[in-house]
Structure formats: structure tokens, C-alpha cells
């Protein structure tokens, strides 16, 4: 495993992706990036050494921006990590839940509250990210105003906790891919291990169900399988898939050897262990 002396993540301090790298790397120094791709950028220049990545939320879905930029970010997947996110509405001092008029966050943080805003018949005002959401707040200056974002926020910002776990769900899970320069080597027998890739299929009938039939004949579970546009255009199919095991391990080789038959481009993101989480 290598020394994680800085991470990247996207959003201005007190964002969720900062308190992800903070709870695996407390001693490292966090880079705040304005964008993903600048985030990636970092970790490509040495300016860090890893990326913390959402890449999908147990109540919002897909965070659409990652999925589609990973592939091409030149990085490779060493990890994962689950927070479980406990929503706060945050709001400037002394502030009463009927003074509030908009609820300020990002578009995700928005979805994963959605219910309990409509509720109490708020204005939803999206952000690039929750944290400068609360920033915001705290420039505003108005009682008028709130954000949804974290407890970390809420003490960088000097603002109140008008309501904790403010998610319409108690299951509100974000899941982060840990990206860096070079990927991990494990021994193909190694167990609990998770490999990732992005696949083309090749543009004949059945190709899909023919590429995953390798998986079932040899065992291979897959956890996650999604498509999205390729950038080529709407008639490129390219998906992304996550399934259990070293590529090297016998079930796993066999199942990916009767899978290039049927595509047109094969990239393998990442192997790397499974975390604890998924026991749950």
C-alpha cells in the first residue's frame, strides 16, 4: 500500500469527499479542486497522491460526472471507501425553521432531501458542492437562507445545526473509488477483491447478454453493472461493470476470454480489496 501524504478531492473544504479522505488518511493534507477534472489533474501532476471519487449514492444514483470521466482519467482504482452520510441543515445563528425560505446544496444533496424540503415547502436552490453551500450561507448572512452539508461545514463556517440527519433516508450511503497514479498488484488467488472495467460492445445482436454470459457459466458474481453514452455518440454502447475477483484467477480469465469476443474495447480501472462495508 503506498504513503498517503495528500489527496485530492473535488468541493471546497468541508465537503463530503474531504471528510471520506479524513476518515482513511487523518494524517494527510487534502487539496480542495474546483472540478473533477482538475482533481485528476492533481494526482497525474504528483501533486497528490490519490483522488477520493463519488461514484454512486445508495438514494441519488449515479454521480453521472465521475462514471463518465474516470475512463479517461488516466488513473487507476487502489481502493474503496463507504460513508455513511448524515445530512445537516445549517443555518446562520438564532435562525427558526419558519424563517427559512430557500435550502441551498448540491444537486445530490438536494435529491437525497428532496422529500423533507417539499414538506416544509422550501425553495431548492442547487450549488456546485454542500460545503460551498454553507459557504454561501455564511456570506449571505440571511435567515432567509440554509444549506444542507456537514457537521464539518457547519464548524469551518461558523454556522448552526438547525436539524441533524436531515436525509429523507437513515440509509444514505456514498460510495467512493480511491484513484491513483498506478494500479495495486495482488496475487490472482488473493479473495475478497473486486475488479473494475469499461467495456465496448460490439454493435450485433445479443452482444450484451453473449459478453456476460462467460460470468454466469464460470461463477463470476458481478456487483454493479451500468451503461452510459459513450463519447462517440448514442450509438456506441459502453458500460461499466464491477464483479468479484483477480482477472487472473482461472473463473475470472475464462469469463473475460469469452467476453472480448464479443467487444470492441476492454479497459481494466482497478483490482483492489473490498471494503469491510459491504458486510454490513
Same mark, same amino acid.
Given at each position: 500500500m503506498?504513503?498517503?501524504?495528500k489527496?485530492? !478531492?473535488?468541493?471546497i473544504?468541508?465537503?463530503y469527499?474531504?471528510?471520506?479522505?479524513?476518515n482513511?488518511?487523518?494524517e494527510?493534507? &487534502?487539496?480542495?479542486?474546483?472540478t473533477f477534472e482538475?482533481m485528476f489533474?492533481?494526482v497525474?501532476d504528483? *501533486?497528490?497522491?490519490v483522488?477520493?471519487?463519488p461514484i454512486?449514492n445508495s438514494q %441519488?444514483?449515479r454521480? %453521472?460526472?465521475?462514471?463518465?470521466?474516470?475512463p479517461e482519467s488516466?488513473?487507476k482504482?487502489?481502493g474503496?471507501?463507504?460513508?455513511? +452520510? #448524515?445530512?445537516?441543515?445549517?443555518v446562520? $445563528?438564532? =435562525?427558526?425553521l419558519?424563517?427559512?425560505?430557500r435550502?441551498h446544496?448540491h444537486?445530490?444533496g438536494i435529491?437525497?432531501c428532496r422529500n423533507k424540503?417539499?414538506?416544509l415547502n422550501?425553495?431548492?436552490?442547487?450549488? @456546485?458542492d454542500?460545503a460551498?453551500?454553507?459557504?454561501?450561507?455564511?456570506?449571505?448572512?440571511s435567515?432567509?437562507d %440554509?444549506?444542507i452539508a &456537514?457537521e464539518l461545514?457547519?464548524?469551518?463556517?461558523?454556522l448552526e445545526i438547525?436539524?441533524e *440527519?436531515?436525509q429523507d433516508?437513515?440509509? *444514505?450511503v456514498?460510495r467512493?473509488l480511491i484513484? %491513483?497514479e498506478k494500479?495495486q498488484n495482488?496475487?490472482?488467488?488473493e479473495? *475478497?477483491?473486486? @475488479? =473494475?472495467? +469499461?467495456f465496448? +460492445?460490439r454493435s450485433?445482436p445479443?452482444?450484451?447478454y453473449k459478453?456476460?454470459?462467460?460470468?454466469?457459466s464460470?461463477?463470476v458474481?458481478? @456487483?454493479k453493472?451500468?451503461s452510459?453514452?459513450?463519447?462517440q455518440? !448514442?450509438? +456506441?454502447?459502453q458500460?461499466?461493470?464491477?464483479?468479484e475477483g483477480? $482477472?487472473?484467477?482461472?473463473?475470472? #480469465?475464462?469469463?473475460l476470454?469469452?467476453m472480448?469476443f464479443?467487444? #470492441?474495447q476492454?479497459n481494466i480501472?482497478?483490482?483492489y480489496?473490498k &471494503?469491510?462495508?459491504?458486510?454490513?
Amino acid at each position: 500500500m503506498i504513503k498517503i501524504n495528500k489527496f485530492a !478531492f473535488q468541493g471546497i473544504n468541508g465537503a463530503y469527499s474531504e471528510l471520506a479522505g479524513k476518515n482513511i488518511y487523518s494524517e494527510a493534507k &487534502s487539496l480542495a479542486c474546483s472540478t473533477f477534472e482538475e482533481m485528476f489533474q492533481k494526482v497525474r501532476d504528483g *501533486n497528490a497522491d490519490v483522488a477520493m471519487v463519488p461514484i454512486e449514492n445508495s438514494q %441519488a444514483g449515479r454521480v %453521472a460526472d465521475t462514471q463518465r470521466l474516470i475512463p479517461e482519467s488516466e488513473l487507476k482504482i487502489i481502493g474503496e471507501y463507504f460513508l455513511e +452520510v #448524515k445530512h445537516n441543515l445549517l443555518v446562520i $445563528p438564532g =435562525t427558526k425553521l419558519i424563517d427559512i425560505k430557500r435550502i441551498h446544496s448540491h444537486e445530490q444533496g438536494i435529491a437525497q432531501c428532496r422529500n423533507k424540503i417539499i414538506n416544509l415547502n422550501k425553495e431548492m436552490i442547487v450549488a @456546485t458542492d454542500t460545503a460551498g453551500a454553507a459557504k454561501k450561507i455564511e456570506e449571505l448572512n440571511s435567515k432567509e437562507d %440554509a444549506a444542507i452539508a &456537514s457537521e464539518l461545514s457547519s464548524k469551518i463556517y461558523n454556522l448552526e445545526i438547525l436539524e441533524e *440527519n436531515f436525509q429523507d433516508s437513515k440509509n *444514505n450511503v456514498t460510495r467512493f473509488l480511491i484513484m %491513483a497514479e498506478k494500479m495495486q498488484n495482488f496475487n490472482s488467488d488473493e479473495t *475478497n477483491l473486486i @475488479t =473494475t472495467l +469499461v467495456f465496448v +460492445v460490439r454493435s450485433i445482436p445479443a452482444s450484451l447478454y453473449k459478453c456476460l454470459g462467460g460470468f454466469a457459466s464460470n461463477g463470476v458474481n458481478i @456487483t454493479k453493472l451500468e451503461s452510459y453514452v459513450h463519447p462517440q455518440g !448514442f450509438d +456506441v454502447a459502453q458500460f461499466y461493470i464491477d464483479f468479484e475477483g483477480h $482477472p487472473e484467477n482461472e473463473s475470472v #480469465k475464462l469469463a473475460l476470454e469469452e467476453m472480448k469476443f464479443f467487444c #470492441k474495447q476492454m479497459n481494466i480501472l482497478g483490482v483492489y480489496k473490498k &471494503s469491510f462495508f459491504r458486510k454490513k
